[in-house]
């Protein structure tokens, strides 16, 4: 992705308003630097001026723009040339890190490039299903308690192979009340800095009205300063384990948490280390507060729940469990 970047900051700006420096960086696909300072992806389609072309959107930090006719000055010839484009920029540079990533997934496939000159519409379906990342602000405040949060769900994703599936059964990023769902199987995951498995649960996560199988998984971590790994870490080393269009995806997740890129947010800089094995539990052995209990009115219950003394699920079984919700069974 940083191939992208490098390509961007190496462009000449342009020399007029209306211009725009460019590097082909595949069939009809480059690199784009305005006056600005802003990062576009263009895709430059044949002169044919009755197409049908997608509508503009725009968004806090990302410009769709179709049908568009512009003069390129190329960087490799010194040459200028008008063209209809399509183009996707990118205006706040806290987003690069998605956009890069977007590009990248974007490229990856010739058939996928070849749909896009043809038919620009084909961009926008591409696009749309992460632009709502690029939609809201972005914060670089993640707070330690979101932080240690996301540390467990990353080492789960790392835990065993990371497929397509875990990263679309990851739930946590999307508000869902489950970390990760799939196939009427539940899986919530409680990291604590407690030398003891005390972990605050919301009762919907252990028991509701439907035949969901719900497990727990419990990290206890401790902080380091040498060993272990931070938040940051855990996403490259997922990030380098999946191909272009899935990583796009998880990029899109960590996204709709308010991560933006590696180094910006402080909390995910620190470093955490296992004080032991994640341990899985079925929601039915632990601890709670019986249905019949709960008295009318009384929403939203959530408990702590002390894990140490507890059996936890046996290798055989958590194996299986994991397996589900990467997909593999």
């Known amino acids: 992705m940083n191939r992208y970047k ?133 914060s670089n405040y993640i707070s330690k308690r979101q932080t240690i949060g996301l540390w467990g769900e990353l080492s789960t994703i790392l835990a065993g192979k990371v497929t397509h599936g875990i990263i679309e059964t990851w739930k946590g990023p999307e508000k869902y009340i489950h970390d990760f769902a799939v196939n009427r199987i539940a899986l919530d995951v409680k990291t604590t800095t407690n030398r003891t498995r005390i972990h605050k649960i919301k009762h919907e996560q252990l028991f509701d009205n439907t035949n969901t199988k719900k497990y727990i998984v419990s990290y206890t971590i401790a902080k380091t300063h040498n060993e272990g790994k931070s938040v940051d870490h855990l996403v490259e080393e997922i990030s380098d384990r999946l191909n272009p269009i899935i990583r796009l995806k998880f990029v899109n997740k960590l996204g709709l948490i308010g991560y933006n890129f590696k180094g910006e947010h402080p909390e995910c800089i620190i470093k955490y280390r296992l004080r032991s094995g994640g341990k899985m539990y079925s929601s039915e052995a632990l601890p709670h507060i019986n249905e019949d209990d709960i008295p009318d009115g009384v929403n939203g219950l959530e408990y702590s729940i002390t894990l140490d003394n507890l059996q936890g699920l046996l290798r055989e079984a958590h194996i299986q469990v994991d397996r589900q919700i990467r997909g593999l069974e």
């Open 6 to 138: 490098d390509i961007f900051n190496l462009l000449k700006n342009p020399t007029g308003e209306n211009l725009f420096s460019v590097f082909r960086i595949a069939d009809s696909c480059y690199i784009a630097k305005d006056l600005s300072n802003n990062f576009s992806l263009v895709i430059e389609h044949s002169l044919q001026s009755d197409m049908d072309w997608p509508k503009p959107r725009k968004t806090n930090t990302l410009h769709f723009v179709s049908g568009r006719k512009v003069t390129f000055e190329i960087e490799e010839s010194n040459q200028n040339q008008e063209s209809f484009v399509t183009m996707i920029t990118c205006t706040e540079k806290k987003v690069i890190f998605p956009f890069c990533a977007m590009i990248e997934a974007a490229l990856s496939d010739e058939s996928i490039v070849r749909e896009m000159v043809n038919d620009p519409n084909q961009i926008w379906l591409f696009l749309e299903d992460f632009y709502d990342c690029f939609s809201n602000k972005k």
